[in-house]
């Protein structure tokens, strides 16, 4: 195997035996296949979407496998196979509807391997044949798995607003078009570097469609108080993104006697408006994922994975995990998805939550939240005559992934030791490294603003570009924001695009920059974008706050 798609890659330069994350050789191997498949199909999809055919079937199936083989997602070698053969019966309708309208099939694809069987025993094999390292040109290689990843964010994007019932054409049209130039073999450094910043723009616009998504199902995120503490009923733990998921559960465990709590990225559902009517769902259970072997035992009840981040569980509570939608794990039970407009069966994880003991208590307390674009723009004045007396010298970004490595807790004395007149924008689970300290506020201002998960980034780029209308600056880099962002999965991937489409320079990101980006490939985003590294605490504090917004 060959694998450098996430921020804990070996030895910072790839996993070669077995994934840091847990995921075998077979099972990566069997990721890249399912990958190299996915883009024959957006081969053909690509011209259909040219010529105005609907492939909605290779739509959603694209996505659906690049979320699949996101980094924490899916362990489940069956399924993976089971996917991969689907990708061959995509690929043939399309080939037919292209067929059935009179369209010239396109040239045949590049290849390094020929599927030529849908076995089991044919598709492992072939598998191996279809390594990233096969790209020779490291620049190139670079480039292609860039693009790769940060629609693998965006796919992801897409799902959670398809299952809310929002979807969008020019979207899918463009990630076929993504895929299919990856598998090019005539293409330029300049021509992908173009569709990199393009994928960024897409990928604004994913995020765009699922902010609408969420808050036209649920309402505009509001400044919560989340418990942080639990009561003595049995209960379920709900990890992961899907908030549909959420949705269906809570309703399914209503008047049952179970209660409903969040973990991880799921955190910021407490923040919506329609979840609040349900008394039993609870409040947020422990940490960030990386945290979860310790903290499942201490649940007792079952934990359902909506989507990543899953670490393969231990042998004492594999029998408690559940699994749905784009995740997967060898042994673990798998709740089948919707069909025909019906809702999810959760009643499975519910009567085994009633079998067990409550929760043990890990802590106390509460943590706030809500801090999305709607809210923190009713909040525009006060916050705009904080910046203008100079209450507030600086807001930075802190949004992104966390992880295991003690590197980060480079992440905790940052915001520690960030001035008092400086305000944290975040969103996704990097927050966890600091969303429990006694940080105060300015003048009624948390001086923590969380906007949610990870794609709630999007309500953080409309605060900046709000704030640049209101201040009627030129370019968003005069704003007194500064990025010093946190990744680990390939959503950090394409949040990073996005802000770059949008013109944001000089982001700090760490802990450290992507393996997969070459030195060639690296130099272009430093050059371009000011991209950097970070260093020590007091360094980049320095750093980071060192411009003066006394112009403001």
């Known amino acids: 195997m060959f694998c450098f798609q996430c921020q804990e890659a070996a030895k910072g330069t790839g996993c070669t035996i077995k994934g840091v994350c847990g995921k075998t050789e077979e099972v990566s191997n069997l990721q890249d296949l399912l990958i190299y498949v996915s883009k024959g199909v957006s081969w053909y999809a690509h011209s259909a979407h040219t010529n105005n055919i609907a492939v909605d079937q290779a739509d959603t199936f694209v996505f659906e496998a690049l979320f699949m083989t996101i980094t924490n ?3 489940d070698d069956e399924k993976i196979i089971a996917k991969i053969k689907q990708a061959m019966q995509v690929r043939t309708a399309v080939v037919d509807v292209l067929q059935q309208n009179n369209v010239s099939i396109p040239t045949e694809i590049p290849s390094q391997a020929k599927i030529m069987s849908d076995t089991d025993e044919k598709i492992t094999a072939q598998s191996l044949l279809v ?3 096969n790209e020779t040109n ?3 290689r670079s480039l292609k798995e860039l693009i790769t990843y940060g629609l693998k964010g965006m796919a992801a994007y897409a799902e959670h607003a398809h299952n809310l019932g929002k979807r969008s054409t020019n979207m899918y049209g ?8 990856t598998i090019r073999i005539d293409i330029s450094a300049d021509e992908l570097i173009a569709l990199t910043l393009e994928t960024g723009k897409y990928g604004v616009d994913a995020m765009a469609l699922l902010d609408a998504a969420n808050t036209e199902a649920y309402g505009n995120p509001e400044i919560t108080k989340v418990n942080i503490g639990v009561r003595n009923n049995p209960a379920i733990l709900i990890s992961g993104h899907d908030l549909k998921d959420m949705e269906e559960l809570l309703k399914q465990t209503e008047g049952t006697g179970v209660d409903v709590y969040t973990h991880s990225e799921m955190l910021p559902a407490h923040y919506y408006p329609a979840f609040k009517k349900y008394s039993h769902f609870v409040g947020n259970y422990g940490n960030a994922w990386w945290k979860q072997k310790e903290e499942f035992e201490s649940f ?8 990543n981040c899953i670490v393969p569980p231990k042998a004492s509570y594999i029998d408690r995990i559940y699994t749905t939608g784009a995740t997967g794990v060898n042994g673990c039970t798998h709740i089948p998805d919707r069909t025909d407009g019906q809702p999810k069966d959760f009643s499975a994880i519910i009567e085994h939550a009633k079998r067990l003991a409550s929760p043990t208590e890990i802590e106390t307390g509460e943590i706030i939240g809500g801090f999305a674009h709607n809210q923190v723009l009713q909040l525009a004045d006060k916050v705009v005559d904080a910046v203008k007396s100079g209450a507030i010298r600086k807001f930075v970004v802190m949004a992104g992934c966390d992880g295991r490595m003690n590197s980060r807790d480079y992440y905790t004395e940052f915001a520690k030791q960030l001035p008092h007149d400086v305000v944290i924008l975040t969103a996704g689970c990097a927050k966890y490294r600091y969303n429990k300290l006694a940080l105060g506020d300015i003048n009624g201002i948390p001086r923590m603003l969380d906007a949610g998960q990870c794609n709630d980034s999007y309500s953080l780029a409309v605060i900046a570009l709000k704030l640049k209308e209101v201040f009627e600056l030129n370019d968003i880099n005069e704003l007194p924001i500064a990025y010093n962002i946190a990744w680990y999965e390939q959503k950090a991937v394409i949040v990073l695009l996005a802000l770059l489409y949008l013109g944001v320079k000089n982001i700090h990101l760490g802990p450290t920059l992507p393996a997969f980006l070459s030195p060639n490939v690296a130099n272009v985003l430093v050059e371009n974008f000011g991209i950097g590294g970070i260093g020590t605490v007091d360094e980049d504090i320095k750093q ?3 411009e003066s917004v006394e112009s403001l």
Not at 174 to 181: E, G, V
Not at 300 to 307: D, K, R, S
């Open 73 to 75: 997602a899916n362990f």
């Open 131 to 133: 390594s990233i390292l």
């Open 138 to 140: 490291e620049d190139i």
């Open 174 to 181: 463009f990630m076929h078009r993504a895929m299919a130039a």
């Open 300 to 307: 007792n009840g079952p934990v359902l994975f909506t989507t």
């Open 544 to 546: 980071l706050l060192g």
